[in-house]
């Protein structure tokens, strides 16, 4: 009996903790409230206004020539590509033509007429002399000479407008580049008949890129921020990391009846001739510059037709407040939206996780 009550003895004192242990209150973690809710502090600052023009980069007109062929022929040894640099006087192709026979054959036939012209002459000053020859018949030989050697000019001019010396026989012409610049295109090719009067299609297409046009359609609401010589930027896609400045060299006077636009043209610089013909871009021009908000886009919340930001206060809690929000600021890994009416000077706003919120007044 003692060894049963020595038993029960300690099975009761070990069932004491074990009880105790079953009406314990468990210890509790500390959670954060509001756990992924980033917030900061804004504060107001002086932003600009940009009006950002589409735009695309085009030759200067004055300084494009289309070459044309001098004469009826055919082209020999075209020598030039698309995108090729050619110097002043460059020879870029032959031409073969018939024509230079006969301008040669009407010079040859104007020299005959001077010499039978020049002796007639000579015969009615003989005459007028001894009274033999009126002074009216002797006034229509000194034209006709006059006619002769005028005529005598006039073929020789010729030849040297289809690019042949007056002693020289041959019947191929070089055909030479105008001016130094890139060859924008090309419109014939080796063995292809040309024709002087009635051809269509040039040659080549050559421009002097030192200096580009950039050219925009600017809507008429917009006119009042053009004014003649004002700088501007031009943002290239091809350079991202470029930015070239130029002026405003022209707003045309005349709308588009189509679209309402105007033309804006910036003449630029263009030293490298890292702008091409057609490539796009955007004129930017500065506007005034006012007070303005610049927060992360992860703050800027949409329902409907709503834009809201939250913002905590002093107790902790968050309010939702409606804000109108401008530009987006966009400087590749980071994106920021202007807010220009909404915020105050110091408020704590919800940068990331406001989706989660709701605000107060619903709670």
Request: glycine letters at 6%; hydrophobic letters at 45%; charged letters at 20%.
């Amino acid at each position: 009996m003692k060894i049963r009550i020595e038993v029960l003895s300690a099975l009761a004192i070990a069932v004491v903790p074990l009880t105790a242990c079953k009406h314990a209150s468990p210890p509790v973690e500390q959670q954060p409230s509001n756990v992924g809710v980033e917030t900061t502090v804004v504060h107001s600052t002086q932003n600009t206004d940009y009006l950002e023009v589409p735009a695309h980069v085009t030759a200067d007109p004055a300084h494009v020539v289309r070459m044309y062929p001098p004469l009826s022929g055919r082209i020999l040894g075209l020598n030039i590509l698309p995108g090729q640099n050619v110097d002043k006087g460059q020879v870029i192709a032959q031409l073969q033509s018939n024509d230079i026979a006969i301008a040669r054959s009407d010079f040859e036939k104007a020299k005959i007429e001077i010499i039978r012209a020049d002796a007639a002459l000579q015969r009615g000053k003989l005459l007028l002399a001894h009274d033999v020859l009126s002074q009216a018949d002797f006034t229509e030989l000194q034209a006709t000479d006059e006619v002769a050697h005028s005529e005598l000019d006039r073929t020789r001019q010729r030849i040297h407008e289809l690019g042949f010396a007056e002693n020289n026989l041959s019947d191929t012409v070089a055909l030479r580049a105008p001016i130094s610049g890139v060859v924008l295109d090309i419109g014939t090719a080796t063995g292809e008949m040309q024709r002087s009067l009635d051809n269509a299609t040039a040659i080549a297409t050559i421009a002097n890129l030192d200096t580009v046009w950039i050219v925009g359609d600017v809507f008429e609401k917009d006119l009042a921020m053009l004014r003649f010589g004002r700088t501007v930027d031009i943002i290239v896609p091809a350079y991202p990391d470029l930015k070239f400045t130029g002026r405003i060299d022209n707003v045309s006077d005349a709308l588009d009846p189509t679209t309402h636009t105007l033309k804006l043209r910036v003449v630029l610089p263009n030293p490298k001739l890292l702008l091409k013909p057609d490539m796009f871009a955007t004129i930017r021009i500065a506007g005034a510059a006012h007070a303005t908000f610049i927060v992360p886009d992860t703050a800027v919340l949409h329902e409907a037709d709503k834009t809201f930001i939250f913002i905590e206060d002093s107790s902790g809690k968050f309010d939702q407040r409606a804000v109108t929000v401008g530009r987006t600021l966009d400087s590749g890994t980071v994106k920021n939206i202007e807010v220009v009416d909404g915020l105050h000077d110091g408020d704590k706003i919800v940068t990331t996780g406001g989706a989660l919120l709701r605000p107060t007044s619903g709670e």
